[in-house]
């Protein structure tokens, strides 16, 4: 169990890349989070939705779960708590940001990814695999992984209809800013959005759980695709800051 | 609040009392006495009221204690057994797994999604309070069906109460089991079991030692929700939805009854929609919180005891606490943060308000635990301090030397020299006392009723009811029943997280559900935790005892088909009114028989829960235990086969009956007889308990050599077997129709000899679907050299499940000598109707 980050200090290892896994009370998919990072030689940390700094981070996951209880609706709440302010600033210097799940909810919320999440169309919660596919490779999520390849990535959300208005809409077509669509739509979502990513792509939400798929044993390994691409990103990033430091 | 409206505290301790008072809290007149001579004087108002809820059906198992003795319990990697908040099993590596089941089914007829998510809440809380990380989560719903409003609120709401409650606390709800029968249209089942995971020196237990610590109330505020919940609502029946009339019901040894009659308030005033204020409303979020606190505070040794409130709520919590440590304790009723304006003290004593624990702590460690406590933003508050035993006051009789007003108690623990531990409730921790008992006295003293049984005679052979006796069945009549058996169940569990920790290997919806043995803070190792949730009230209405032998024998080996060696058993009895000399036989019956079957499989109960009272208007539920199994793996590289086939493989049926002994068809009691003709009588085919365990050895090994590797070590996989799936619930055909379902494929069986062949429920057989015929051959061989019959099938392949009957039998309307189809259906068809039965 990774512990939590005292958030003072970068570790000397600095190409391994360092990623804040954000813990809200009612997140729960932040050891999965973290272990699968893990696994694919990323090094994660619990970082407390209390703390406002997220110096020394390459990149921060928002991972999936019931922030605040998802009271009021799904990230309403957790958009106020303190860490958020470092999230919005380390997006803003480019930083990569994943929000899954709950975590999308919440950038939502916060605005750094337009639309919203409501209800599935069968208004219940829907634990099961989805058939994705990758459209479009300038997110950190996907770059690097081929346009239209076919990934079987479990959903866990009853909240995961995303929409948005018409212009909006028009506007991620056009900035190819959809990053992943469902083969075949299972809650209603606009376009068959699973996932999309904002203007720069650093900042990207999506429903399905990477996390999830990445063992073999547990049915999938497809989720690895996509966190090794964000960790790449990551870690480039990281070699960076060290050779300008 | 039903049951105690109307009903004032009563200051000082010397005025007798009116009867109706005790008899509106549930309390019987002999059981009032029993607290007079405990005492030694009158019983004030609290005091009865905390008597009430401890001495309730619910909360002190008085009509089934005496029964339960007789399960097996004890076994070399039983670490805690029945008694505690959950069992406890050594997985190895230092590695503990805890388990509990639980019922929640009255509150869930009253309000179905508030009563199923706080089961879930509170059996995680049974969990967690032993240090240990819930992991899995599973439920046995029982339902009346679908044909009227009211059941669809009830199965939607329970089902969203699960989902919504066990999502958002972060606790995978990993499988379970649903089926139907109208007797439960009124009352239905909801039992949830919880598996936990944890570093056996983490383990610690629910006593308040130590002379001088403190005890602290974590988490939610407490309100007058759920007072009375165990008393009003989980140990009476239901009327159907009129008040009930006041006929005294005899108990015991004719003396004894359970409250009834116009006292009676909840039960007498308003019907069962008037019960509504005793379900308890349920917090996830707060229990999540809860959770994570409790298992840091764990973590860092900071509590002595630890004990969740559930039922009974700060009573229970505090006498039990108390009681197993041999202590007393002073408990200040201000100090509870409360939720509303205005509570009384029985209320905050008696409050059933979810999401609380109660912690004992050192007065060293107390600014400690209040730090942890702020991280996780839960609350905290000392609301009571541990007291030494005191000598026994003269004329009161102390904890252990009563007897109940039918059939005597058991003993109670009191000081060497006679001195028990008084739970004294005060107004401020050195404040005026309010109440004073022996804390032991509430649960160790409470009565234990030893009640009339009656036999239910055995259908007869040969009856209108038995299935043995009507015609066979044509193939399309056989194809039609084979469609209305084979139910698609992922409506319900696509519902529920199933994969939360990244253990689920093999999730909901096949034989067993199979998990890494692993959770945050306690790292995989390799190993894995088998799990099957099962009842089966049809075999147990037949023959309560051989039925639940049969249940057990049969959840075991869902546990072996999922490659896990059983290890321990929880159970949920559910049955219905104990009042009923035939539910008390049917109750003790079914005792004896799990007692047999764990005791021949060598699998321990290591914990359980007794539900009572699960009757409407008057009618009893068909007798319901249900059993948790647990199974361990303890390699586990590869997927298990599970519920598939693959195209071209052999199938063969497994059967541990090796002898020419003629045996019954096993349609008595099946769901084909039940369902879909309506024929309840028959008679049940016996399990040998001997040649199911060699079954079970046989089936644990063949899955072994596939998940661990041929060399038992992570190799290779022996990559023989394809599937496997064993025979229940819908016989041979339903078994075949699963396998199909789940793999898309469709098979060719032949020589069934005909209808009682495909639908009868014979015990201890499994299908395996090998991939090859030298693979068939080298499992007939292991089964073979186990005493096993194995019988060739047929083939795995094609878009159409086909089965033929005998050769030599005549196929309609092409003249004689070619098979007759008894079943022909494209899998398509099949996939299609299994989901009709769900909503939309």
């Given amino acids: ?245 | 609040m039903p049951g105690f409206a109307g009903v004032g505290p009563v200051p000082g301790s010397v005025t007798a009392m009116d009867p109706r008072v005790h008899r509106a809290l549930g309390l019987t007149d002999d059981e009032e006495a029993t607290i007079r001579s405990i005492l030694g004087r009158e019983p004030n108002h609290l005091e009865l009221a905390m008597y009430a809820v401890m001495w309730s059906e619910h909360c002190s198992y008085k009509s089934s204690r005496l029964h339960l003795r007789r399960l097996p319990t004890t076994g070399e990697r039983v670490v805690v057994g029945p008694g505690e908040n959950a069992g406890v099993v050594d997985a190895g590596g230092g590695v503990g797994i805890a388990v509990r089941i639980e019922s929640h089914n009255h509150p869930s007829a009253i309000e179905p999604y508030q009563g199923a998510a706080t089961g879930v809440g509170g059996i995680l809380r049974d969990i967690f309070t032993m240090g240990a990380r819930p992991i899995a989560v599973m439920d046995a719903l029982y339902f009346g069906g679908w044909d009227e409003p009211r059941a669809r609120w009830l199965i939607e709401g329970v089902v969203s109460g699960i989902s919504g409650y066990g999502n958002s606390v972060g606790v995978p709800t990993v499988g379970g089991e649903v089926a139907f029968d109208a007797c439960y249209a009124g009352n239905p089942l909801v039992n949830v079991l919880c598996l936990g995971v944890l570093p056996l020196d983490r383990l610690v237990l629910g006593k308040a030692s130590g002379e001088g610590n403190l005890a602290v109330l974590l988490g939610s505020s407490t309100g007058r929700d759920g007072i009375g919940g165990v008393s009003v609502l989980a140990s009476a029946g239901f009327t159907g939805g009129s008040a009930r009339t006041g006929s005294a019901v005899d108990g015991g040894d004719g003396e004894a009854h359970v409250a009834d009659g116009p006292s009676s308030g909840a039960v007498a005033e308003g019907g069962d929609d008037a019960k509504r204020p005793s379900v308890q409303v349920g917090d996830p979020f707060e229990e999540k919180r809860l959770i994570e606190a409790c298992l840091a505070l764990l973590d860092a040794g900071l509590v002595v005891g630890i004990q969740d409130l559930g039922g009974a709520g700060l009573t229970c919590a505090t006498s039990e606490t108390a009681g197993r440590a041999g202590m007393g304790m002073d408990v200040d009723v201000d100090a509870v943060a409360r939720r509303q304006a205005g509570m009384e003290p029985f209320e905050v004593m008696t409050s059933e308000s979810q999401e609380r624990m109660l912690a004992i702590v050192t007065p060293q460690n107390l600014d400690d635990v209040l730090a942890v406590c702020a991280r996780w933003e839960v609350r905290a508050d000392v609301v009571g301090r541990v007291t030494r035993p005191v000598a026994v006051p003269a004329g009161g009789r102390g904890a252990g030397s009563t007897t109940g007003g039918a059939g005597g108690a058991d003993g109670g623990s009191s000081g060497p020299d006679g001195a028990a531990g008084r739970l004294k409730i005060r107004a401020g921790i050195d404040g005026p006392v309010l109440a004073d008992v022996p804390a032991a006295s509430l649960s160790e003293a409470a009565p234990l009723y030893d009640r009339p049984m009656r036999a239910v005679p055995p259908p007869t052979a040969g009856g209108a009811d038995d299935p043995d006796t009507v015609a066979a069945p044509d193939a399309s009549a056989m194809t039609r029943d084979i469609t209305q058996l084979v139910r698609d169940p992922a409506w319900v569990y696509r519902q529920y997280d199933h994969q939360l920790f990244l253990n689920t290997v093999v999730g909901p919806g096949g034989d067993a559900t199979v998990l890494k043995l692993a959770a945050p803070g306690v790292p995989w190792t390799g190993g894995g935790v088998v799990l099957s949730v099962d009842g089966n009230p049809r075999w147990c209405s037949l023959d309560p005892r051989a039925g639940t032998r049969a249940l057990v024998a049969e959840s075991a080996l869902n546990v072996a088909c999922g490659g896990g060696r059983p290890v321990a058993l929880v159970n949920c009895l559910n049955f219905g009114n104990p009042e009923h000399p035939e539910v008390m036989w049917q109750l003790s019956e079914s005792v004896d028989g799990m007692a047999e079957a764990c005791q021949a499989l060598e699998v321990p109960v290591v914990g359980g829960n007794v539900s009572l009272y699960n009757e409407s208007a008057g009618r009893d539920i068909l007798p319901t235990p249900v059993v948790g199994v647990v199974g361990l793996a303890d390699r586990l590289s590869s997927t298990p086969p599970g519920v598939s086939l693959v195209d071209g493989g052999v199938l063969l049926l497994i059967d541990a009956d090796s002898s020419d002994a003629p045996r019954p068809s096993g349609l008595g009691g099946s769901r084909w007889a039940v369902e879909c003709r309506g024929l309840t009588g028959g008679v049940l085919a016996p399990v040998d308990l001997d040649a199911h365990r060699r079954l079970l050895d046989v089936v644990v090994s063949l899955v072994t050599d596939e998940v661990a590797g041929a060399d038992g070590n992570g190799g290779a996989p022996a990559n023989r077997i394809a599937g496997i799936h064993d025979v229940s619930d819908g016989g041979l055909a339903v078994c075949l129709a699963e396998m199909s379902l789940r793999s898309g494929i469709g098979m060719h069986v032949r020589g069934v000899a005909g209808h009682a062949s495909l639908f009868g429920e014979l015990p201890s057989r499994v299908v395996v679907c090998a991939r090859s015929a030298t693979a068939a051959a080298e499992i007939a061989a292991r089964a073979n050299g186990a005493g096993m019959t194995v019988t060739e099938l047929g083939t795995a392949g094609g878009e159409r499940l086909v089965v033929d009957g005998p050769t030599g039998g005549s196929r309609a309307g092409s003249g004689g000598g070619l098979p007759a189809h008894l079943v022909d259906i494209a899998v398509g068809d099949l996939v299609i109707s299994s989901r009709a039965w769900w909503p939309a």
Avoid at chain 1, 46 to 55: D, G, I, P, Q, T
Avoid at chain 1, 238 to 245: E, G, L, M
Wanted: proline share 5%; net charge negative; charged share 15%.
């Fill in chain 1, 1 to 245: 169990m990774p512990a939590f980050a005292d958030s003072n200090g970068r570790h000397a290892a600095a190409v391994t890349p360092r990623i804040a896994v954000i813990v809200f009370p009612g997140s729960n998919c932040e050891h999965d989070v973290a272990a699968a990072l893990g696994g694919l030689g990323g090094a994660a940390e619990l970082v407390w939705h209390r703390e406002r700094s997220l110096a020394g981070f390459d990149a921060v996951v928002l991972p999936g779960g019931f922030a605040h209880g998802d009271y009021l609706r799904p990230g309403a709440i957790a958009r106020f708590s303190p860490v958020m302010a470092a999230v919005a600033a380390v997006a803003a210097e480019g930083a990569p940001v994943l929000g899954i799940c709950n975590g999308f909810q919440v950038l939502t919320e916060a605005g750094l990814l337009p639309g919203a999440l409501q209800k599935n169309r069968g208004l219940t919660f829907l634990c099961t695999d989805a058939e994705l596919r990758v459209t479009s490779d300038r997110s950190v999520l996907t770059a690097g992984v081929a346009v239209g390849r076919a990934l079987t990535i479990p959903i866990n959300h009853f909240e995961g209809n995303y929409t948005c208005d018409a212009s909006t809409l028009a506007q991620l077509r056009d900035e190819d800013r959809i990053v992943l669509r469902y083969a075949e739509n299972p809650n209603g979502s606009v376009d068959d959005i699973a996932g999309i990513c904002n203007e720069a792509g650093n900042v990207v939400g999506l429903m399905p759980h990477p996390e999830r798929a990445c063992d073999p044993l547990l049915g999938s390994g497809d989720g690895a695709v996509l966190l090794a691409s964000f960790l790449a990103t990551a870690g480039a990033r990281a070699a960076s800051a060290d050779s300008a430091a």
